[in-house]
């Protein structure tokens, strides 16, 4: 401990404690063993304590520490402040703080009041000082005064203690002395006097603290070093900078074994979090989200698919960054066991703000404001327009006829080249003539120059704009506090007409009723309000999909006007009869097609969400070692959506138009009673025991109506349509659980902690509804139990554990049923036999993992480690194992398969510059490393199908890990040496004969990391984050329609007839076959030709080509921020300000796909989006600014 | 607590037991419709020269692909189906209540089976359908031959299960509204066609079931049709296939086929302007008139094509959501029946060499007769068409297989099996090589998901086939 400061910390070794007479003891050892017995910290000023002794006798386990602290000092002439839970220092008494805190004393009169908390213990120094005093204010870097900061004069006796307001005032000798600030958990700071007369200080955080408290299940607080499992933690800061929408994006890069996804949906989407590999064939895999013990529903009903939809954004996309105080990650089954059935992904457990015990309110408000641009956009080419060959594909005779290119050529017709409308690429790709400002006719007839339209995403898009504002009022004495936070988001998005708003009230009250009956109280409100969110994927109203084909030489104004007028019609071209007046304009013909301005103007969507996070706790202390808690929480929300597209939508039902509305209701209740026990038993062992039962109920109800073609123009609503049916849906779910929980410690370096759960769920049958999981796991202090002090060697624990995790599936599971058709036939209903073979037998999935762990810190903490290894294994899945069609079912559902999850992951922390004037640099890498395995699936079943998408398949296989692509379509000929082959005769590669099922790669990635670097000098810090993954494939459907159209740089080379492709020549055996003459390739083609091989339309590529490398380094966030000095603000009202700017997504140090961002391609959350890519909306790159104050 | 727990689990939006009638509308619904949309229509339609296809469908370029789909929708026609004899009425084989049901959903499924195992070949059968108590995650698959077998049999004990005064199916039967007399008839046609699909593969069966057929009821006039209803002014799901195809479906496959077209105007067909519509730059032109474009094109031959210079599918009848009365589906029809009886009777399998002819014009007139044509009395120009004097068998034969493709419009499966069966009328194939090497394919490719989940049964039925899993090999009955 740092000199005239004693602070009993946990690593504190046990003192002379043989003696057990009621002789008179130094009051610092019976401190210690009120610490010991009670698990306290007692802060107080070494020299406090000199040579006071008191009774031995005077400590009795059976009273309250409070209780015993009162008994202690009554003779010493010291008091105690409680200051936080667990928390006391030691102070002089007779307090004056209701005089301090009425006025600042005056420096004239501050000859060192009378009754200094020093004053009667050093009458003797008293003579000699008093010449000046210093006073000031002690806050942390948040601004938030600290109470109880121990106050020295460097080299003397003299002390003090900042009081509730963090003010503090000292009498020093003369300019050169040096006062020392120390508090628990902060870096000490030593401060020459000089000519000051206030000294205020912002002490920081000290990161590398023996004791760091995480949350850990069911909310408890622990020390990190007494857990044999793995928990991370993240907390204030690292949330609330660089603000992303999504708060589990947030958690991107920062912790090792946690893979963060975004989908790229615009504002308002979904993330997926999938932590240490999936463990599940079915669902997502996703962990469970906790928000202040009270589980959160995360679910999206109705996300996109393959071929579009709409992602209306996830549950913990409506939580408010800014009310968290924390997230801990339980990883996986050993963290989690707690929560059951939901526990099996791991859970994130995120912990809102309360408020704190202060005088008067405290005021905080803060504003954040970021501008998003894409950050990678297709790599088009600039330099041929529209039609093939190189060369336009009709032409307008001056007599008004259309010809063919050809046709016109050969017969010398007089005129202008005219463009064509379709579908495919013989008329509307981008493999015509060279853009050189030559007048052409348009497919609708207008008359325009063929000139580069390079910036059609540019045009269209906008940027995206994202205000925050935030407010948030605090305050509270010993027996109440409360926190009233309002939110506001505000966002504009990169698509035209997409807006979200969002408000977040949250009230969090905290009261103590009696001195032992405690109440909780918070209740969270969030408003959500989205417009317009783009529909994604395959689809045509998806308003990138068509940009990323259209034609290079179509001006984004003509596009503008986005519906047919009849000069259009009369002079359009490849539109057959489909066109009238009015009706949506589009540059192709498919059979569903759109025009991005026609879809941005014409068909709206809009949905509101109401949600209501709710949550009530009574705990009640009996003695010092029984407390019970109850607790009942809601997460009750209503989602309204609506959505319409006008009459003339050319992918409405013929051309009529549609709309669609439906409320869903969902409602999760769960309530617990938590009986925890922590009876002392000796000195040497520590019990703390939880007994529990918690009822948790789900309710999903959903209601609508669909309606397709509008009778009346200009009013949508659903009795003006032709054709209207239901939307309806039910869902509900129960589980009873009991469950107990226990931790052992011995000697504060040997820890075990074990717990049972049982549970019952509604979605089995009664035979097999109750099933029981355990865990243990145990933690040794390696370091503590061998009394290691080392300069090198600071910490080294080791841990180990194993536990288990059931789950049972969603409901309606057992039983096969008949449902009927939404449609009937002229008033015949219609019915038809579910296409899975139900079992009612089924039985929990049970996960079962083991994991090993060490921890260990260097150069007196300057630098950490950890590292852990874990093996997790799921088994009996409930599983809708795929069915080969002529058994006349889809599927058939049963307990089946294996997954089993490997990995190491690898935390290195470390201060390698740290100086005496403030700067430091802290960086943290993090690495993680997880092998899946699909060991087996049931029996016979060789193939489980999580995703399908054109050309490719995403499976798992046994043997192979979860995540194979295999590509559904062509493949190159090559020869044993793995060349192509060429064909001779016309200079292109052979391929198949028919498509053919291939394996490609797989999607998972072979690590993925984070680099986290933070440089501190006063109030400026800045901090950079790398986010890394590395290995995994993805499939690009982009690609495909860039090479089909020849919309793409990659397609230049060769243009003129010079691509030679790579590969050696082949020649035909006698028995027909291709094989390789060995002599390479040197036959020039057009490049539109050996494309057009590759991808000659959306069935027919070759998928490998369509293979990208995942790899990335991205920099992910780069945040400075400046937290004003006291100094500056003294005289101004605010307490604190702080500002900062930063900027997100800012480049790739690597990055290997063409044209899209590897980590946010994704369509939707599920597995069945693993590894494909789909006309992705653009990742976004932000620059923003935030102010922080506070009053 | 756990009491409320089985009323918590109970599904709310279905049943654990249905009206089998529902099963039924379901079935004769979705096996009739399937036929008609745009992509069998673009594929088989486009094989067979109905239609002209395009690149869209690369299929219809002879480009092999699995035929996932197709396969899918049967097995899935089955589960619902049998599920009738598997559960819902399991047990009243012999109740009235259930007795003539049960046949009915039999002949329903034979008649899915025998469209199945026509368009890929061998396939499971004996070992799947057994309900849901009972299923067979590998199946087998069956030989043609012995699929054949085992549905003329079941087929024959169908027959005999068909009770008057029995329960009946009423307004769910969309063919007879539980007609029994006309459920008779249908049955034994549904013989008939089985009969002489396996003529040239196994003549003696063939002709002992064809004799049995003709000697029973069978579909006598344009009554006796079986047809589902189709409804215009409703959703898409309700009207009729080829509609749908307009309605919902690419304006680049709306097109048909040259040889059809040619056909049409050569012979003065008057179903032409009720078939195909006259080319836009025609109609601009001032001298409308019918083209049709062909099929397989070369990327060279495709880039050649101004699309307003062919003829799509009549505005005036299947394409044109006003037409009144909605077009039925057809599922069997009497002109379908007719020329059947003609091809047995030249054989002399139940009928005379005289009497196939009359056949042969009954069929002409049935089918000119049918929606939306209407055409009633046969205008001189067409007379031609209806004579066999001085045709010789084989011409004969032609002429059959030609008349019963322009019959079959609109239904691609049954066009597909027929054409291939008989080898008329004579087509060109498309100049596109494909994966076919330039020849019209044969059969379709069995599922990529069966062959994925099935593998051993998958790789002995490809075996046995000539040429593999391709468009090349022929099934077991095609022979010509």
Redesign the interface.
Known sequence: PPPGFGQLLASARPLQTETRQTQPVRLRDALLKLKESYGADILFEEKLLDDLKVSSAAVNPSRTLEQNLDALLASTGLKYKKIKENTYVLLASKDRRKKDSNAAPNRESSALPQDSPLASLSPLTRAEVAESAVRGTVVDAKGEPLIGVSVLVNGTTRGTATDVTGKYEIAVDDASAVLVFSFVGYVRKEVVVGAQSEINITLAEDTQNLSEVVVTALGIKRDKRALGYSVQEIGGEAISTAKEANLATTLAGKMAGVQVTRSANGAGGSSRVVIRGSNSLVGNSQPLYVIDGIPMDNSNPNSPSSTGGIDYGDGISNINPEDVESISVLKGPNAAALYGQRGSNGVVLITTKSGKSRKGIGIKYGIDYSVGDALVLPDFQDEYGQG??GAF??FRGSDGK??????AQAGNIQGMPKASG???R?TRSSWGARMDGQQYEDQWGNVLNFTPQPNTFQTFFRKEKQLVNNLSLEGGNDNINYRLSYGRTDIDGYTPGNTLKRNNVNLRTVAKITSKLELDVKANYIGQKGANRPTVSDASDNPAYLFISQPRSMPMSILANSAWTAEDVAKQ??????PFVGMEKTYA???STANPYWTVDHTRNSDDRQRLLGLIRLSYQFNDWIRLTAKTGTDFYTDQRLRYREKGTYQS??RNGDISEQVTRVREDNSDILLSLTPQLTKDISLGLNLGAN?QKFYSRTTGNTG?EFIVPGLYAINNT??N?YV???????I?SVYLSGQVGYKEYLFLDFSARND????LS?AN?SFFYPAVSASFVVTDAFNIRSNTLSFLKFRASVAQAGSSGS??Q????????Q?A??G????????T?PDPNLKNELTTSLEFGVEARFFKNRAGLAFAYYNASTKNQILDV????????AS?RINAGEIRNRGVELTLNGTPIKTADGFSWDATFNFSRNRNQVVALAE????YVLGTDRGVNVVAEPGKPFGTLIG?GFQWLRDDNGNRLIDPTTGLPLKS???I?YELGNALPNWIGGFNNTFRYKGVSLSGLFDISQGGKIYSQSLREELVYGTIKKTLPGRDGTYVADGVVASKSDNGTWVGTGQANTKQVRAQDYW?VVA??K??VIPEEMLNDASYIMFRELTLNYQLPNTLISRTPFKSIRAGIYGRNLFYLQRKTEGFAPEASSFNVNNSSLGLESTALPLLRYFGFSLNVEL | ??G???E????????????PG??L??VQ??AAFAEGY?VPNSQYGSWIQHWAG???V?SSRY????D?NT??AH??L???I??VRNEVLKGKENDPSGRSKLAIARIVEISVWQRLTDLFGD??YSG??LG?AD?????VFDTQESIYKSLINDLNAAIGQLTAGDASYG??D?YYKGDINKWKKYANSLKLRLGMRIRYADPALAQKTVTEAMGQPLLESAADDAT??T?N??????VHPVLNQF??????L?YLADAFVTQLVASADPRLPRIAQPS?NSVKAGTPAYKGIGVALT?EL???????DYS?VS?LTFFN?EYSPAIPCMVMSFADVSFYKAEAALEGWGGTATEAEKYYQDGVKAALAQAPYNVTAVPAAFEKELSWTGLSKEQKLEKIGTQKWIQLFGRSYEAFIEWRRMGYPALKPGPFQG?TGGTIPRRT?Y?????????ANYEQAVSRLSKGD?YVSKVWWDKR
């Open positions: 093939l060959d594909t009709h259309i010809y063919t290119w050809a046709a379709g579908r495919d013989f071209l490849g539109y057959g009869t489909v013909t498919n059979s039902a013929n009822h397709t032709l054709i049916s309806f849906g039910l869902t509900e779910s129960s009873n019952w769920s509604s979605t009664p509804n409901p309606y057992l039983t096969g049923t008949y449902s009927l058709d449609v036939h002229g015949v209903p219609l019915a038809s036999f579910s296409s073979i795929p069915l080969p069609p002529s058994s006349t079912f058939r016979g079943v060789d193939t559904n004969n028919s498509k099922l057009n000659p339309d069935d027919n | 607590c756990t409320d727990f089985e918590i689990n109970t599904p709310p939006t279905s049943v654990t037991t249905v009206d529902l099963l509308s379901k619904k979705d745009e395009g690149v869209l690369s480009i092999e692909q699995s996932n396969w899918d097995y899935t089955i589960r619902n049998s599920q396939v499971p799947t359908a849901p299923v067979n995650t590998k199946p307004s769910a969309f589902v209803p409804y002014n409703a959703t898409n799901a309700n309605l919902a479906g690419s304006p680049d709306k836009v990327d495709l880039k050649t094509i101004i699309k307003d799509t505005t959501r994966s490719i599922s990529s998901r069966e062959a994925l989940l099935n593998k391709s």
